[in-house]
């Protein structure tokens, strides 16, 4: 039903429908006219401010409140692990350590604060992959991992370097590196063939790896604080040392006929250790007994030599005598250990066939068992 049919419509007893009666006419169903709301919302306005008008004064309020909430957008903090370095205009004018701070708001002041505590890896030669996905292959980089040694040979490295923003120098790092990983990896790239390039293969592969990464490491520090960058190499670690993948089974061969090599050797050296000592106690053994058998010939010697001179000033003194005693002495010394039967041919020994073997009838017989002696007599018996 229209509004016009409408008695009192439901805005009371008036016609033209709900929207009153318009300036443009006397009913109808035309809508109010927009320039006549915005001048009763002014109206409303005036009436709620002090004075009950725009004047200056309320402008001012206004404007005051305004620049105090921009003012206030200027405090800011600073947490444990950040430096605050505050610009203004786009200059750096000084920095602020942890806790509630304040700087001229935007556009005017500026605050940049960068993780100092914060430790950052660079991988060199190969990428394990995006760690928040738990991707735990790597894939090898052979552009940034084959680097050139000393003696003309290639290697496969690859290394991390740990760093963090030098908490002394924040600024450096914020304001003269526009690109600090690419720049740290540039330099730790470099670092690294300067490095391997003072070196044959050999001692890379084998026995200097520590000292390369300390090298390393410090060759990085003074390259990045030449340039300014404000930042500290905690650690230079190599992951990987190999040779390049395409000879690695022959050098594997190379390295095992090493291993063999010093294996031998120190064999050996044991060995010569061992055997060298032993003959030399053996030759002082053998010298040790040649000056005792020295020793003991030439006293024996000296001795029969005084003892034939004691023998011939006696001969000379009594040689009779002398000569008897002598014999006496020979006979003793060659019948002394032997069996001897003698027989006084011109005693009681008459009758005694000399051609019976006495010698043998004077040794010992063997007992013979009790039953045979038993016998012996029973057969005498008879």
């Known amino acids: 039903m229209p509004w016009s049919n409408q008695s009192g419509g439901p805005w009371g007893q008036k016609p033209g429908g709900p929207w009153g009666t318009g300036p443009q006419g006397g009913g109808g169903n035309t809508p109010p006219d927009l320039e006549e709301l915005l001048r009763r919302s002014q109206d409303r306005l005036k009436t709620m401010l002090p004075g009950g008008g725009m004047g200056g004064r309320g402008v001012a309020f206004i404007v005051l409140g305004a620049v105090l909430l921009w003012l206030a957008t200027g405090f800011y903090t600073v947490r444990p692990n950040e430096v605050g370095l505050n610009l203004i205009f786009g200059k750096y004018v000084g920095k602020t350590n942890e806790g509630l701070r304040y700087n001229l708001p935007y556009p005017i002041g500026t605050v940049v604060k960068p993780e100092v505590t914060t430790v950052n890896t660079i991988e060199v030669g190969m990428r394990t992959g995006d760690t928040t996905r738990r991707v735990a292959a790597a894939r090898e980089v052979p552009e940034e991992s084959l680097m050139l040694t000393g003696d003309e040979n290639i290697v496969d490295i690859n290394f991390a370097v740990q760093w963090q923003i030098d908490p002394a120098r924040p600024e450096d790092y914020v304001f003269n590196l526009q690109n600090p990983d690419a720049a740290i990896k540039a330099v730790a790239e470099s670092a690294m063939r300067e490095v391997v390039g003072r070196r044959n293969i050999q001692t ?12 390393v490491r410090q060759l990085m520090q003074e390259t990045l604080d030449s340039y300014g960058a404000g930042v500290q190499v905690r650690l230079v670690q ?24 010093d294996r031998m050797r120190n064999e050996a050296e044991t060995y010569a250790s061992r055997i060298v000592p032993e003959a030399r106690g053996q030759a002082a053994q053998i010298l040790q007994s040649a000056e005792a058998y020295r020793e003991r010939v030439v006293a024996e010697a000296q001795g ?37 039967v003698i027989i006084d041919q011109k005693g009681g020994g008459q009758g005694v066939l000399p051609y019976l073997p006495l010698n043998e009838l004077m040794r010992p017989q063997p007992q013979q068992p009790q039953q045979s002696r038993g016998n012996l007599q029973q057969g005498a018996a008879r």
């Open 238 to 261: 190599l992951q990987k040392v190999d040779p390049p993948q395409q000879v690695i089974d022959a050098f594997r061969d190379v390295q095992a006929a090493r291993q063999d090599q």
């Open 204 to 215: 890379v592969l084998t026995t200097d790896r520590v000292a390369i990464e300390g090298e």
């Open 304 to 340: 029969a030599a005084s003892r034939f001179t004691q023998v011939y000033e006696t001969y000379r003194t009594a040689p009779e005598l002398t000569r008897e005693r002598i014999f006496l002495e020979t006979m003793e010394r060659v019948l002394g250990g032997m069996d001897k």
